[in-house]
């Protein structure tokens, strides 16, 4: 497996997760979604949109024209999840789209970054892995989070496993999302 294809892969499969996540915190009372809770972030709610405020800083880098901290105001844009949810879906279409275009001299460019104090300079590949490794520590954290509600936490921790039984399992969300097993892996 080229770089390329395996991060294309990873890019559908953090829009897969994400899609699983927010179904099942749409399940929850409006209420539950801000309720205090353990994590790095104090509620579901509050994690759900950093996950997405990160995801438009590093998407909007690697092409080229990195919000800043614009990204970051404010701190939870989308209240509600129905709202979060279809601005999650288009940031993980833009980041799929992105991988797609990926060729040898893309994952070699330079990706700016602005910080308080500096420019991060970074690799398009060391963003992007930088990035899936952020989706995945937060996406755990509302994982745990739905484990004190009444809602089951979705299963996540698979990566598109190749047998016909496992493939059935998730067409439903592939068929929600749009994608096909040949669209990822051919």
């Known amino acids: ?12 499969n953090s829009a897969w997760a994400n899609h699983r996540l927010l179904n099942a915190c749409r399940q929850l009372p409006q209420a539950e979604l801000p309720a205090p809770r353990t994590g790095f972030f104090p509620s579901i709610i509050h994690t759900l949109n950093h996950i997405l405020t990160v995801d438009w800083l590093y998407i909007s880098a690697l092409e080229g024209n990195c919000m800043g901290r614009a990204a970051f105001e404010p701190e939870i844009p989308f209240p509600r999840i129905v709202d979060l949810e279809r601005e999650q879906h288009a940031a993980d279409r833009r980041l799929i789209d992105h991988c797609r275009l990926l060729d040898r001299d893309m994952l070699a ?24 490794q952020h989706q995945i520590h937060h996406r755990g954290q ?37 994608f096909t097993e040949a669209l990822i892996w051919s």
């Open 1 to 12: 497996m080229t770089p390329q294809r395996y991060l294309l892969a990873q890019a559908y």
């Open 142 to 178: 509302v994982h745990a989070m739905l484990s004190g509600t009444s809602v089951k936490p979705p299963q996540l921790d698979e990566f598109f496993p190749a047998d016909p039984s496992e493939q059935a399992l998730r067409r439903a969300d592939f068929a929600e999302l749009g």
């Open 109 to 132: 460019a330079e990706v700016r970054i602005p910080r308080e104090t500096h420019v991060q300079v970074e690799r398009n590949d060391r963003v992007l892995m930088h990035l899936f």
